[in-house]
């Protein structure tokens, strides 16, 4: 049985604000923080809707270190 994932309703409560707010992202930063919060507190991989904030800091690395 596959295991709950951990961010779960932090996911939820995004989806929610943006279909409240039609779709406007910067009315949810809050609930976003939220979501990133719970993401920076479990292993890398451990919650698939922390997918996409682990790939964008994977991208903010790369853009930062220097090229040969």
Not at 19 to 24: E, P, S, T
């Amino acid at each position: 049985m596959p295991q709950k994932d951990p961010c779960q309703k932090q996911a939820c409560e995004i989806q929610k604000c943006l279909q409240a707010n039609n779709y406007m992202e910067s009315k949810c930063q809050a609930v976003i923080q939220e979501l990133r919060k719970c993401c920076a507190r479990y292993p890398k991989g451990s919650s698939p809707v922390c997918s996409g904030f682990e790939k964008e800091e994977e991208e903010k690395l790369t853009l930062k270190s220097p090229s040969k």
